[in-house]
């Protein structure tokens, strides 16, 4: 069993014509008899090919001779030929066998099978026509095409797609569910005392379908299951779900389901019944599942969360529903021992857990309990009536949801039906409605294609060209490998030289049989069991020998040699070393993401500093609709012959470039981005920004110590020129020409009536505004963003402005989908050879294959990253130049202020102190997309702010009429409740950051709540009690005892040794 295999290995074979085979399986030097890894699967593994087997395995078992159909074969030096069948047979035994027939019923394998004339091909002679060079039908441009690279762009789905898509949202059932739970073994509160698995107790649902819309239905209906009608809650439940006939093809709805109530349901779904369910999971989170009962009925689980971005009780403000308050219930006092309770008061407050409510929400839970505490507490009817009231919530918002969504679009989709997520729903609408064909160019996830090859060969070939710069090779990196023909075979070489003719081959040693390394000749290949070493150098000599026949001069270099002239030659070694250009352009390594750190760890406004913190305005969006420029199609590949570098001149390229680029030494505000120690830095030095313990100074005065390599979109790099940076190489180039770029194009298509909808449901800025102020309102929009509104049109509606504003924020983001997620299947036990197969598929990881329980096998899988496919219109550098261009306005932003000014960024905002009487942000500021508004609430200034890490930090404010103070908190990681907040907040962060620059480092810690899984994602859920630590991280620059940051490699007083190696 080989790492990374999901089933056995045959990796040698002795006495193979021996008879009463039996099968021994060796681990821990130790033998046992051969065992399915699955207990309960039944598998058969055949020995003759090495692969799981079903029924009827020996008609397609890959060990038969493809020339005679036999397993028993003789392979011989013969050439006997067939003129019946155009083959040619390297034995009597196999010719004659050719002939034979396997059954009475069966033909002999000369009347089934043939060689084509033309192809060479060996085909079939039954079934479909044979056709040579066969085309194959490309998914991404839905048009047929030959075997080889492909350059294509997405094409829109066709109008037969879209009208079965409509057809499948023309009738729907919806059932909306809740479940509640008992989470604690203890009768009595005990704070953080959980120990069991959520055991649900009740359950709540509704019905709605098209017709009814949630409104009065004969067909639909509403109930609950409960401790109090059967008990057997989940068990109900689901038999509910596959056997109500009025639920046939329906859609079921939980909030945050995917983490929760779906886990619950499922699980029991699969304990009692075989039924096939298939997961698109997020992590451990269901994204979406189905359940086929039968042929004509497949249940589809959808978390509403993943469409309406919100919890529960905010979906009734967000929305404007008529059920307006979620309510309070005690969940710690949910045990069976109060079950059919009635108390004369109601429980206490402890039982509600309020300490571990937001401080706003606590305020208000012990108002309303101060007034109702005296009052009778029926548990079974307070139980009910919270999770009716929960299913009422989610059902009016869905409805609202799903009539807003027919709003955005002529064709009315209906989000729930067409996609399990918003972003996907997004993406559909504009493939459906908005891009055209030949919009969004097809761009393979690891770059354009090509044949693996050694980073250790690529090296050498570069030190090549470097020693000899007259020479310039074609090779991975520079065109491609070259193809050498050798009499109609094709070989790949590492480097060719086309005005020479010459050929240059770097050996692995144990790719290719090192006679030096690998004296031993019978000796089996570690990474090919089924070949010696001594075959692999006979292979290596012939195929040398080829070359040279068709007129190569070939020169061949052994990886032993190479790491001999390394150990003698310091400047080689260190060449190796530093050279970071190994592989071809990758267009993930440009997605980078927003700019987030920390420049003065603690800062207090003075007699002479404001301090100020601004945000753009809808960054993205505007990014999308009117700021950035996207391409159509596909790319120019460049990897030679590229334009000269001019110093100081923006790049004669629009796109993506892969180059090596030398930061300036005293540039205060770094321009691009670098990622070093799993974090994304802004660093003037690589070798500072990649140590685990960089020095206070940078020591690196050396250019080869202090360049950097990446990926990066245009914009940033003009803007990093301009900024005193110098591209010293370019390695690889993917430019699009100036008439293939557009501004707006189908984001302006799709985002403008949304960003009108927004406006108009925004409402009126104040209740008490004359006609021409309304006026002057709809004008100024118009100016700003493009916007066209009448005055009639303004009307203030929370469900559509939420709605419209979660679309436009959620536009692109697909576009920059990661492809790698894992797929998991449940299947039956008696699909075991399904299961097998789903493992066993090219490009995919296994990574589960377990019982679960005793009727299914729980199987996942994920794509290998390196040859990893992408999805339909995923387009990485959508994704990059959105990010990218949403960077440089931050930076613009970012040096209006100053560097000397700067407190704390995140992605779209900065904090920063301003001189009174100032503004240098005055040229950005408005109300408009895109524009900077104040994040400080009109009457309040900022006094203090500290800064503990990025999305860690805290602020103090005080009210200029009144002098109240109020402060602010924020810690990525932590849900800042009553409870936790008494631990984090303003005063605690000030002492931490205080300790930390007084070279006393400490931290804060905290208990949180959370759910935990079991075994694996369907295994129950438990609520557990567990620690977080609060401490400053202060590793994006280097910083001084007050705080302030200098950005890695900043070293203005020394000059640079001009070392670099690639020139």
Not at 23 to 32: I, M, V
Not at 378 to 407: G, P, R, S
Not at 951 to 977: H, P, W
Request: proline share 5%; with cysteine; net charge neutral.
């Amino acid at each position: 069993m080989e790492p990374g295999v999901a089933f056995p290995t045959v990796i040698f074979e002795e006495n193979e014509q021996a008879d009463g085979f039996i099968s021994l399986y060796h681990h821990d030097e130790h033998f046992d008899f051969f065992q399915p890894s699955v207990e309960c699967v039944r598998a058969r593994f055949c020995f003759k090919c090495g692969t799981l087997a079903k029924k009827n395995h020996f008609k397609k078992c890959a060990a038969l001779c493809k020339r005679c159909g036999f397993s028993e074969c003789e392979r011989g030096t013969e050439r006997i030929y067939c003129s019946d069948c155009n083959i040619h047979f390297s034995s009597k035994k196999c010719f004659d066998q050719h002939l034979k027939k396997k059954s009475t019923r069966a033909d002999p394998h000369c009347k089934t099978w043939e060689k084509c004339y033309q192809c060479q091909k060996i085909h079939s002679t039954s079934g479909s026509e044979h056709k040579c060079f066969t085309t194959r039908f490309c998914k991404i441009c839905m048009t047929k095409r030959g075997n080889g690279h492909h350059v294509c762009s997405h094409a829109k789905p066709s109008d037969a797609t879209k009208k079965r898509a409509l057809k499948k949202q023309e009738n729907w059932t919806f059932l909306m569910y809740d479940f509640e739970c008992q989470v604690t073994k203890a009768v009595d509160y005990k704070n953080g005392v959980y120990g069991m698995k959520h055991l649900p107790n009740l359950l709540c649902y509704r019905m709605i379908c098209n017709k009814c819309m949630g409104g009065n239905c004969d067909t639909c209906e509403r109930g609950n299951f409960s401790y109090m009608n059967g008990g057997r809650v989940v068990e109900r439940f689901t038999e509910f779900l596959i056997t109500n006939p009025k639920l046939q093809n329906a859609y079921i709805l939980a909030h945050n389901g995917g983490r929760y109530d779906h886990v619950l349901s499922m699980e029991q779904m699969l304990k009692e019944e075989l039924y096939d369910q298939k997961f698109l999971l997020s992590g451990t989170t269901i994204l979406s599942a189905t359940v086929k009962v039968d042929k004509k009925n497949t249940l589809t689980f959808r978390d509403s969360v993943k469409y309406l971005q919100m919890s529960l009780d905010q979906l009734p403000k967000a929305f404007n529903l008529e059920t307006k308050s979620k309510g309070t219930f005690p969940y710690m006092f949910n045990h069976p021992d109060r079950h059919g309770t009635v108390l004369p008061h109601h429980p206490p407050a402890e039982y509600y857990e309020p300490n571990r409510m937001s401080i706003k929400k606590r305020e208000e839970f012990l108002k309303w309990y101060d007034e109702v505490k005296d009052r009778e507490f029926d548990f079974d009817k307070e139980i009910l009536a919270y999770c009716q009231t929960d299913v009422d919530i989610l059902t009016e918002a869905i409805v609202k949801f799903i009539e807003t969504c027919n709003q955005t679009n002529a064709s009315k989709w209906n989000p729930i039906i067409q996609c399990p997520t918003l972003p996907s729903f997004l993406m559909f609408i504009m493939t459906h409605e908005h891009i055209g064909d030949g919009d969004v160019g097809y761009i393979p996830e690891n770059g354009w294609p090509g044949r693996n090859n050694s980073v250790f060969a690529l090296k050498y070939i570069l030190w090549l060209e470097r020693e000899k710069p007259w020479l310039k090779l074609q090779h991975k990196l520079r065109g491609g490998e070259y193809k050498a023909e050798c009499s109609g075979t094709i070989f790949y070489v590492d480097g060719y030289n086309e005005e020479t003719n010459e050929v240059f081959e770097i050996h692995g040693c144990l790719w290719h049989g090192c006679p030096k390394c690998f004296p031993n000749s019978d000796a089996q290949c570690p990474r090919d069991r089924e070949t010696t070493m001594g075959e692999l150098y006979d292979e290596t000599i012939r195929r040398e020998g080829r070359l040279r026949s068709a007129g190569y001069i070939v020169h061949t270099i052994w990886e032993c040699e190479i790491k001999e002239m390394l150990r003698r030659d310091p400047e080689m070694n260190e060449f190796f070393k530093k050279c970071r250009h190994t592989h071809a352009l990758r267009p993930r390594e440009a997605m980078y993401g927003g700019r987030t750190q920390q420049f003065q760890s603690i800062y207090i406004a003075n007699d002479e500093y404001d301090i100020e913190y601004y945000d753009f305005c809808s960054e993205y969006p505007k990014v999308n609709m009117k700021g950035g420029e996207y391409p159509r199609g596909t790319p120019q590949v460049k990897t030679s012959m590229f334009a000269p570098i001019v110093d100081g001149q923006p790049l004669p390229y629009k796109g993506l470039i892969y180059c090596d680029a030398l930061p300036p030494r005293d540039c205060a505000l770094p321009v691009l981005p670098h990622r070093g120690n799993g974090k994304l830095l802004f660093p003037l030095c690589s070798t500072c920004a990649s140590a685990k313990n960089p020095p206070p100074k940078c020591p690196h005065t050396n250019v080869s110590d202090r360049y950097l390599t990446g990926v990066w979109c245009h914009d940033e790099l003009n803007l990093a020129i301009s900024e005193g940076y110098t591209i010293l190489r370019y390695h690889e180039v993917w430019n699009w020409p100036a008439e293939e770029w557009f501004r707006g194009g189908f984001f302006e298509s799709f985002m403008k009536p949304l960003l009108k909808m927004k406006h108009a449901a925004s409402g009126w800025p104040r209740p008490d505004m004359s006609i021409q102020e309304k006026q002057a309102h709809v004008d100024s929009i118009l100016e700003n963003d493009g916007v066209e509104l009448s005055v009639d049109s303004v009307a203030s509606n929370p469900a559509l402005r939420s709605l419209s504003k979660l679309f436009l924020n959620s536009t692109w983001g697909k576009f920059a989908q990661n492809p790698c997620k894992t797929e998991t299947q449940m299947v039956p036990v008696s699909g075991w050879f399904k299961a097998a197969k789903f493992l066993e598929e090219v490009g995919h990881d296994p990574k589960c294959f377990e019982e679960w329980g005793d009727s299914h096998i729980l199987v996942s899988r994920q794509p290998i990253k390196d040859i990893v496919t992408t999805s339909r219109f995923s387009n990485i550098v959508y994704g990059a130049l959105t990010t990218s261009a949403a960077r440089v306005d931050l930076f613009n932003a970012m040096k209006l202020v100053g560097a000397e000014n700067l407190i704390y960024c995140d992605t779209d905002s900065i904090i920063f102190r301003q001189k009174k009487g100032t503004d240098p942000l005055a040229p950005l500021k408005g109300e408009a997309l895109g524009q900077m508004t104040n994040e400080v609430p009109a009457g309040w200034k900022i006094s203090e702010i500290v800064a503990l890490a990025p999305k860690v930090y805290a602020y103090k404010m005080i009210n200029t009429d009144t002098d109240e103070v109020k402060y602010i908190s924020k810690a990525k990681g932590v849900t800042l409740n009553y409870e936790t907040s008494e631990k984090v907040n303003f005063e605690t962060m000030k002492q931490l950051i205080q300790e930390q620059l007084s070279g006393n480092k400490n931290h804060i810690t905290v208990n949180r709540m959370r759910m935990k899984r079991g075994a694996n994602f369907l295994d129950g859920l438990e609520s557990i009690d567990e620690t977080k630590r609060i401490r400053c991280v202060m590793d994006k620059g280097t910083f001084d005892a007050h705080g302030q940051l200098t950005p890695f490699g900043h070293m203005p007083d020394k000059d640079l040794n001009q070392d670099y190696p690639f020139y």
